[in-house]
Every structure is written in structure tokens, then in C-alpha cells.
T-cell receptor
Framework: NAGVTQTPKFQVLKTGQSMTLQCAQDMNHEYMSWYRQDPGMGLRLIHY???????DQGEVPNGYNVSRSTTEDFPLRLLSAAPSQTSVYFCASSYGWSSTGANVLTFGAGSRLTVL | GQQLNQSPQSMFIQKGEDVSMNCTSS?????WLWYKQDPGEGPVLLIALYKAGELTSNGRLTAQFGITRKDSFLNISASIPSDVGIYFC??????????????FGKGTKLSVKP
């Protein structure tokens, strides 16, 4: 049981380049999300998905696209990277939201992106 | 939007000391979570709280869900060097079952006293 797997762990891009951060989970979680972590800013939600075929925007969605074609995978795409997107990105998943405690997020190890 | 105010932003610990941190909000939450993040890793859940007034322990860690549902605190007793890291609070209001998202505080960074 691998949990939440993110790739790559490190990436350097030039301004204007595109790339995809991969996220996969093997826990059959319905809910998946992407956060970015910047110094002094905590964790900010980029996009999330409550199930295959369903995605929605979080707090800071601009410059990022997502799709959810399967329950397991939730890739994050940067179409034209900018230096402001230099950050550490975390993918997280959970069973969903309910009063039974299913809303506990399990995080991946992170992907550190530098945009020059 | 909903915001969580987490304090202190940073603190130094000495082996054996007790540590306290808290989160407050102007909004009501019905779930409070506390996470710890080690350098180079993702956050890991420490304690989950689901009821106002709930007091829950996990080893040397104790967390409480405030009665007003607008705050939570985390205490670490008899700190040890491996307690260093960043601690995040997170709150959720799922509005009685509809979809919601976790809101995170900005973190409390624990470091060892020089």
C-alpha cells in the first residue's frame, strides 16, 4: 500500500515551459486535491476533485489545470510556467467528507518546483 | 473567505519543555485536525477532533476542540529533539454534509534552542 505517490520530486523549469505533476493514490479515495506551500503562507488549495470526472477550483487556481479521468490519478498541469509558481506542491487524498471522520487528508511527499 | 490564525509562528524548544500552540478563526468549524511536517516530507496527521469540547491525546500530544467551535489548541509535553518541524492546524466546515475543503493555518515552526 503506497499511499499517495507524487512525481517528480524535484523539477526546474524555464519561464513559459509546460509540465505535469503526477499524483496517484492506491487507497480508493474519492477526494483528491493539490496544495502549494510557500514560506509563511501555509498550505493553499489549488484544485480539488470529489470523484472521477469532477474537478473544482480552490483558493489559488490561476495558472493550473487539472483533470480526473480515474479514481487513482489526479495530475496537475502548468501550461506556461511563471516564476511565481516556484513552490512545493502537495497532493492529498481522503475518502471524502462526512461526520465519521472520512475527511482526514493523506499527503504525498511533495514536488519541489523551481521556475527560472 | 474562512481564515485560520495560528500562533505562535515559531518557537524554540529545549528538551523536556512543554509546548503550546493554538488556532483561532472567526468562522465555526465542525472538524479540527493537527498535522506535523518534517523537512522534505508531506504533512502527517497527529490528532483529529470532531466534537466541540473534545480533548484527545496521542502520546505526549494533547489537542482540544474549543467549545465555541472557533478555536483549537495543541500541547506537546516533555518535548524531545524529534518534535522539531512545522505544525499545522486545519479546520473544516462541511455545512451539514455538503462538500467542504480543509482550511490550513500558516503553521508553527518548532526549532531546537541554540
Amino acid at each position: 500500500n503506497a499511499g499517495v505517490t507524487q512525481t517528480p520530486k524535484f523539477q526546474v523549469l524555464k519561464t513559459g515551459q509546460s509540465m505535469t505533476l503526477q499524483c496517484a493514490q492506491d487507497m480508493n479515495h474519492e477526494y483528491m486535491s493539490w496544495y502549494r506551500q510557500d514560506p509563511g503562507m501555509g498550505l493553499r488549495l489549488i484544485h480539488y476533485s470529489v470523484g472521477a470526472g469532477i474537478t473544482d477550483q480552490g483558493e489559488v487556481p490561476n495558472g493550473y489545470n487539472v483533470s480526473r479521468s480515474t479514481t487513482e490519478d489526479f495530475p496537475l498541469r502548468l501550461l506556461s510556467a511563471a516564476p511565481s509558481q516556484t513552490s512545493v506542491y502537495f497532493c492529498a487524498s481522503s475518502y471524502g467528507w462526512s461526520s465519521t471522520g472520512a475527511n482526514v487528508l493523506t499527503f504525498g511527499a511533495g514536488s519541489r518546483l523551481t521556475v527560472l | 473567505g474562512q481564515q485560520l490564525n495560528q500562533s505562535p509562528q515559531s518557537m524554540f524548544i529545549q528538551k523536556g519543555e512543554d509546548v503550546s500552540m493554538n488556532c483561532t478563526s472567526s468562522s465555526i468549524f465542525n472538524t479540527w485536525l493537527w498535522y506535523k511536517q518534517d523537512p522534505g516530507e508531506g504533512p502527517v496527521l497527529l490528532i483529529a477532533l470532531y466534537k466541540a469540547g473534545e480533548l484527545t491525546s496521542n502520546g505526549r500530544l494533547t489537542a482540544q476542540f474549543g467549545i465555541t467551535r472557533k478555536d483549537s489548541f495543541l500541547n506537546i509535553s516533555a518535548s524531545i529533539p524529534s518534535d522539531v518541524g512545522i505544525y499545522f492546524c486545519a479546520g473544516l466546515n462541511d455545512y451539514g454534509g455538503s462538500q467542504g475543503n480543509l482550511i490550513f493555518g500558516k503553521g508553527t515552526k518548532l526549532s531546537v534552542k541554540p
